[in-house]
Protein backbone atom coordinates (compact mmCIF):
# COMPACT_ATOMS: atom_id res chain seq x y z
CA UNK A 1 0.00 0.00 0.00
CA UNK A 2 2.03 3.19 -1.22
CA UNK A 3 1.68 6.67 1.26
CA UNK A 4 0.30 9.57 -0.14
CA UNK A 5 2.99 12.78 -0.47
CA UNK A 6 1.33 15.90 0.97
CA UNK A 7 2.84 18.72 -0.90
CA UNK A 8 2.24 22.22 0.46
CA UNK A 9 4.43 24.82 -1.16
CA UNK A 10 5.08 27.62 0.65
CA UNK A 11 2.56 30.98 -0.24
CA UNK A 12 4.33 33.20 -2.64
CA UNK A 13 6.91 35.60 -0.79
CA UNK A 14 7.72 38.87 -1.78
CA UNK A 15 10.88 39.39 -3.63
CA UNK A 16 12.07 41.31 -1.18
CA UNK A 17 12.26 38.83 1.85
CA UNK A 18 13.57 36.31 -0.47
CA UNK A 19 16.53 38.85 -0.37
CA UNK A 20 16.93 38.32 3.72
CA UNK A 21 20.47 37.63 3.97
CA UNK A 22 23.43 36.90 3.38
CA UNK A 23 24.33 40.57 5.23
CA UNK A 24 27.91 41.76 4.93
CA UNK A 25 30.29 41.49 7.76
CA UNK A 26 32.39 43.91 8.15
CA UNK A 27 35.82 44.57 10.81
CA UNK A 28 34.80 48.17 12.56
CA UNK A 29 37.22 50.08 15.21
CA UNK A 30 35.80 53.04 16.58
CA UNK A 31 39.35 54.62 17.43
CA UNK A 32 42.73 54.62 16.19
CA UNK A 33 43.64 52.66 19.80
CA UNK A 34 40.44 50.77 20.17
CA UNK A 35 40.27 46.73 19.04
CA UNK A 36 38.65 45.80 16.39
CA UNK A 37 35.40 43.81 16.09
CA UNK A 38 34.19 41.94 13.18
CA UNK A 39 30.24 43.29 13.01
CA UNK A 40 27.29 41.39 11.14
CA UNK A 41 25.04 44.40 9.84
CA UNK A 42 21.97 42.45 10.26
CA UNK A 43 20.30 45.98 9.77
CA UNK A 44 20.15 45.26 6.54
CA UNK A 45 17.38 42.70 6.23
CA UNK A 46 14.13 43.41 5.34
CA UNK A 47 11.96 44.47 8.14
CA UNK A 48 15.69 45.96 9.68
CA UNK A 49 16.77 43.53 11.80
CA UNK A 50 17.97 40.25 12.34
CA UNK A 51 14.77 38.97 13.53
CA UNK A 52 13.96 38.94 9.67
CA UNK A 53 15.57 35.04 10.04
CA UNK A 54 13.49 33.25 12.75
CA UNK A 55 10.01 35.09 11.35
CA UNK A 56 10.95 33.61 8.14
CA UNK A 57 12.66 30.47 9.69
CA UNK A 58 9.93 29.33 12.09
CA UNK A 59 6.92 30.13 9.90
CA UNK A 60 8.20 28.82 6.80
CA UNK A 61 8.80 25.50 8.92
CA UNK A 62 5.25 25.66 10.43
CA UNK A 63 3.53 25.92 7.28
CA UNK A 64 5.57 22.78 5.99
CA UNK A 65 4.35 20.69 8.82
CA UNK A 66 0.96 21.83 8.64
CA UNK A 67 0.53 24.06 12.12
CA UNK A 68 -0.18 26.79 9.35
CA UNK A 69 -2.92 27.12 7.13
CA UNK A 70 -3.50 29.49 4.09
CA UNK A 71 -5.00 32.67 6.22
CA UNK A 72 -4.18 31.69 9.35
CA UNK A 73 -3.36 33.57 12.48
CA UNK A 74 0.33 33.73 14.27
CA UNK A 75 0.35 35.51 17.96
CA UNK A 76 3.94 36.43 19.60
CA UNK A 77 5.50 38.29 22.66
CA UNK A 78 7.92 40.98 21.83
CA UNK A 79 8.79 44.01 22.94
CA UNK A 80 9.34 45.10 19.36
CA UNK A 81 11.65 43.38 16.11
CA UNK A 82 10.35 40.36 16.40
CA UNK A 83 6.60 41.47 16.15
CA UNK A 84 8.08 43.71 13.10
CA UNK A 85 9.79 40.96 11.73
CA UNK A 86 6.67 38.82 11.98
CA UNK A 87 4.18 41.17 10.61
CA UNK A 88 5.96 41.52 7.48
CA UNK A 89 6.44 37.92 6.95
CA UNK A 90 2.64 37.26 7.59
CA UNK A 91 2.16 40.06 5.00
CA UNK A 92 3.67 38.47 2.69
CA UNK A 93 2.46 34.57 3.36
CA UNK A 94 -1.26 36.30 3.92
CA UNK A 95 -1.44 35.31 7.36
CA UNK A 96 -3.04 37.37 9.95
CA UNK A 97 -0.20 38.52 13.02
CA UNK A 98 -1.29 39.54 16.70
CA UNK A 99 1.84 41.16 18.49
CA UNK A 100 1.30 41.11 22.47
CA UNK A 101 3.76 44.15 23.67
CA UNK A 102 4.48 45.48 26.81
CA UNK A 103 2.73 49.51 26.97
CA UNK A 104 5.81 51.99 26.58
CA UNK A 105 7.80 50.54 23.32
CA UNK A 106 8.58 53.73 21.25
CA UNK A 107 6.00 54.70 19.15
CA UNK A 108 7.95 53.96 15.67
CA UNK A 109 7.61 50.60 16.78
CA UNK A 110 3.91 50.43 17.32
CA UNK A 111 3.55 52.25 13.64
CA UNK A 112 5.74 49.93 11.73
CA UNK A 113 3.52 47.07 12.80
CA UNK A 114 0.41 48.43 12.27
CA UNK A 115 1.30 49.64 9.19
CA UNK A 116 2.16 45.64 8.15
CA UNK A 117 -1.81 45.16 8.55
CA UNK A 118 -0.87 43.55 12.04
CA UNK A 119 -3.05 43.85 15.52
CA UNK A 120 -1.44 44.95 19.09
CA UNK A 121 -2.51 44.20 22.24
CA UNK A 122 -0.87 45.78 25.11
CA UNK A 123 -0.14 44.81 28.66
CA UNK A 124 0.87 46.99 31.56
CA UNK A 125 4.50 47.81 32.21
CA UNK A 126 4.37 46.36 35.30
CA UNK A 127 3.18 43.05 33.62
CA UNK A 128 6.43 42.86 31.25
CA UNK A 129 7.49 40.67 28.69
CA UNK A 130 6.18 37.51 31.27
CA UNK A 131 2.69 39.24 31.11
CA UNK A 132 2.56 39.61 27.26
CA UNK A 133 3.54 35.82 26.87
CA UNK A 134 0.84 34.73 29.09
CA UNK A 135 -1.41 36.74 27.13
CA UNK A 136 -0.16 35.34 23.75
CA UNK A 137 -0.73 32.06 25.20
CA UNK A 138 -4.00 32.16 26.25
CA UNK A 139 -4.98 33.88 23.34
CA UNK A 140 -3.80 31.68 20.98
CA UNK A 141 -5.88 28.58 22.46
CA UNK A 142 -8.82 30.95 22.43
CA UNK A 143 -8.50 31.60 18.76
CA UNK A 144 -6.80 28.46 17.31
CA UNK A 145 -3.44 30.50 16.46
CA UNK A 146 0.33 29.79 16.09
CA UNK A 147 2.27 31.18 19.14
CA UNK A 148 5.96 31.41 18.19
CA UNK A 149 7.37 31.24 21.47
CA UNK A 150 10.04 32.65 20.34
CA UNK A 151 11.92 32.93 23.99
CA UNK A 152 11.47 29.03 24.05
CA UNK A 153 10.94 27.59 20.37
CA UNK A 154 14.35 25.65 19.31
CA UNK A 155 13.71 26.68 15.80
CA UNK A 156 14.66 30.50 17.24
CA UNK A 157 18.39 29.06 17.55
CA UNK A 158 18.52 26.90 15.05
CA UNK A 159 17.77 29.62 12.13
CA UNK A 160 21.02 31.35 13.22
CA UNK A 161 23.32 27.92 13.27
CA UNK A 162 21.83 26.88 9.54
CA UNK A 163 21.86 30.13 8.38
CA UNK A 164 23.70 33.64 9.85
CA UNK A 165 26.28 31.14 10.67
CA UNK A 166 27.13 29.71 8.18
CA UNK A 167 27.45 32.85 6.71
CA UNK A 168 29.45 34.25 9.13
CA UNK A 169 32.17 31.34 8.51
CA UNK A 170 31.98 32.11 4.78
CA UNK A 171 32.88 35.63 5.44
CA UNK A 172 35.42 35.88 8.15
CA UNK A 173 39.29 35.50 7.28
CA UNK A 174 40.70 32.02 7.69
CA UNK A 175 36.68 31.05 8.77
CA UNK A 176 38.34 31.32 12.39
CA UNK A 177 35.59 33.03 15.16
CA UNK A 178 37.53 33.36 18.58
CA UNK A 179 34.53 35.12 20.31
CA UNK A 180 31.02 35.63 19.50
CA UNK A 181 29.19 38.66 21.72
CA UNK A 182 25.29 38.88 21.69
CA UNK A 183 22.91 40.62 24.02
CA UNK A 184 20.55 38.45 25.18
CA UNK A 185 16.63 38.44 24.44
CA UNK A 186 15.37 35.28 23.74
CA UNK A 187 18.82 34.11 23.40
CA UNK A 188 18.49 32.57 19.76
CA UNK A 189 21.02 35.10 17.89
CA UNK A 190 23.92 33.60 20.70
CA UNK A 191 23.12 30.03 20.78
CA UNK A 192 22.55 29.86 17.07
CA UNK A 193 25.95 31.29 16.37
CA UNK A 194 27.76 29.73 18.92
CA UNK A 195 26.34 26.15 18.19
CA UNK A 196 27.43 26.65 14.64
CA UNK A 197 31.06 28.15 15.27
CA UNK A 198 31.69 24.95 17.21
CA UNK A 199 30.45 22.95 15.12
CA UNK A 200 32.76 24.27 12.73
CA UNK A 201 35.40 23.37 14.59
CA UNK A 202 36.52 26.83 16.40
CA UNK A 203 37.06 26.96 20.11
CA UNK A 204 34.31 30.25 20.36
CA UNK A 205 34.09 32.21 23.49
CA UNK A 206 30.17 32.73 24.09
CA UNK A 207 30.23 36.11 25.25
CA UNK A 208 26.58 37.52 26.85
CA UNK A 209 26.28 41.29 27.04
CA UNK A 210 24.05 42.53 29.95
CA UNK A 211 22.52 46.29 30.08
CA UNK A 212 23.49 47.56 33.73
CA UNK A 213 22.46 50.88 35.33
CA UNK A 214 24.65 52.46 37.89
CA UNK A 215 23.32 53.33 41.24
CA UNK A 216 23.98 55.28 44.40
CA UNK A 217 25.85 58.46 44.86
CA UNK A 218 29.82 59.35 44.84
CA UNK A 219 32.26 56.59 45.95
CA UNK A 220 29.37 54.53 46.51
CA UNK A 221 27.62 54.01 42.91
CA UNK A 222 27.30 50.33 41.95
CA UNK A 223 26.13 48.52 39.24
CA UNK A 224 22.10 47.06 39.13
CA UNK A 225 21.25 44.48 36.25
CA UNK A 226 18.57 45.05 34.21
CA UNK A 227 15.77 42.71 33.99
CA UNK A 228 14.23 44.35 31.27
CA UNK A 229 16.02 47.25 30.14
CA UNK A 230 13.87 50.60 28.66
CA UNK A 231 16.87 51.82 27.29
CA UNK A 232 18.01 49.26 25.80
CA UNK A 233 15.08 47.58 23.83
CA UNK A 234 14.72 43.55 23.69
CA UNK A 235 17.65 42.76 26.38
CA UNK A 236 15.79 41.05 28.66
CA UNK A 237 16.64 39.00 31.98
CA UNK A 238 15.51 35.28 32.85
CA UNK A 239 13.14 34.43 30.82
CA UNK A 240 14.53 32.70 27.66
CA UNK A 241 14.38 28.78 28.19
CA UNK A 242 17.42 29.03 24.97
CA UNK A 243 19.94 30.67 26.74
CA UNK A 244 21.34 28.95 29.52
CA UNK A 245 25.03 27.42 30.29
CA UNK A 246 24.31 23.83 28.98
CA UNK A 247 23.91 25.64 25.46
CA UNK A 248 26.92 27.39 25.84
CA UNK A 249 29.81 25.78 27.71
CA UNK A 250 32.67 28.06 28.36
CA UNK A 251 30.02 31.11 28.51
CA UNK A 252 31.47 34.77 29.88
CA UNK A 253 28.90 37.57 30.85
CA UNK A 254 29.97 40.91 30.80
CA UNK A 255 28.06 43.82 32.46
CA UNK A 256 27.41 47.19 30.35
CA UNK A 257 26.63 50.33 31.88
CA UNK A 258 23.54 51.59 29.78
CA UNK A 259 24.73 55.16 29.33
CA UNK A 260 27.69 53.95 27.79
CA UNK A 261 25.50 51.55 25.74
CA UNK A 262 23.54 54.82 24.59
CA UNK A 263 27.02 56.89 23.93
CA UNK A 264 28.65 54.22 21.86
CA UNK A 265 25.31 53.58 19.76
CA UNK A 266 25.63 57.26 18.78
CA UNK A 267 29.20 56.63 18.08
CA UNK A 268 28.30 54.15 15.62
CA UNK A 269 25.56 55.72 13.98
CA UNK A 270 28.12 59.04 13.16
CA UNK A 271 30.58 55.99 11.86
CA UNK A 272 27.46 55.68 9.29
CA UNK A 273 25.67 52.69 10.64
CA UNK A 274 22.57 53.14 11.37
CA UNK A 275 21.79 51.18 14.03
CA UNK A 276 19.40 50.90 17.88
CA UNK A 277 20.52 50.76 21.48
CA UNK A 278 21.29 46.85 21.26
CA UNK A 279 23.99 47.17 19.06
CA UNK A 280 25.87 49.56 21.13
CA UNK A 281 25.43 47.32 23.73
CA UNK A 282 27.08 44.23 21.46
CA UNK A 283 29.46 46.32 20.33
CA UNK A 284 30.94 47.29 23.98
CA UNK A 285 30.93 43.84 25.29
CA UNK A 286 32.73 42.83 21.81
CA UNK A 287 35.35 46.04 22.20
CA UNK A 288 36.15 44.69 25.90
CA UNK A 289 36.61 40.63 25.25
CA UNK A 290 38.75 41.84 22.24
CA UNK A 291 41.15 43.97 24.71
CA UNK A 292 41.47 40.39 26.68
CA UNK A 293 42.15 37.98 24.22
CA UNK A 294 44.39 40.26 22.22
CA UNK A 295 45.07 41.79 18.46
CA UNK A 296 44.74 38.58 16.49
CA UNK A 297 41.02 37.42 17.81
CA UNK A 298 38.76 37.49 15.44
CA UNK A 299 35.53 38.91 17.83
CA UNK A 300 32.21 38.33 16.19
CA UNK A 301 29.13 40.75 17.19
CA UNK A 302 26.01 41.43 15.83
CA UNK A 303 24.63 44.98 14.70
CA UNK A 304 20.98 43.53 15.51
CA UNK A 305 18.66 46.25 13.96
CA UNK A 306 17.90 50.03 12.79
CA UNK A 307 18.12 53.28 14.71
CA UNK A 308 14.42 54.37 12.85
CA UNK A 309 12.57 52.34 15.26
CA UNK A 310 13.79 54.73 18.20
CA UNK A 311 13.00 58.53 16.97
CA UNK A 312 11.16 58.99 19.77
CA UNK A 313 13.44 57.42 22.57
CA UNK A 314 16.07 59.34 24.79
CA UNK A 315 18.96 57.64 21.82
CA UNK A 316 18.43 60.94 19.59
CA UNK A 317 17.53 63.62 22.55
CA UNK A 318 19.97 65.47 21.60
CA UNK A 319 19.59 65.34 17.65
CA UNK A 320 15.82 66.44 18.71
CA UNK A 321 16.66 69.68 20.64
CA UNK A 322 19.08 71.07 17.80
CA UNK A 323 16.15 70.32 15.17
CA UNK A 324 13.80 72.25 17.28
Known amino acids: MSTAVIYRPLPQLGRFLNQCGPTPLVPVQLTDDSPLVWCKLE ?7 TKDRIARYMLEKAWRTGELQEGGTVVEASSGSTSIALALTCAQMGLHFVAVMPQGVSHERVLMIRAYGAEILFVSQDAGIRGAIEIAERYAKQHGA ?13 AHRLWTGQEVLSQIPRGMVHAVVSGVGTGGTIVGLHSAFIQAGCQTIPVAARPVRLCGD ?5 LECCSFSTRVPGVVDGISKLYTHAALPGLREIDVDEEDALRTTRALIRKGFPVGPSTGLNFCAAEQIARELGPQAQVVTVFADRMERYFSTELFADVVAVAS
Request: hydrophobic fraction near 20%; aromatic fraction near 8%; glycine fraction near 8%.
Open 218 to 222: GQHRE
Open 146 to 158: LHTRQFENPDNAE
Open 43 to 49: FLNPSGS
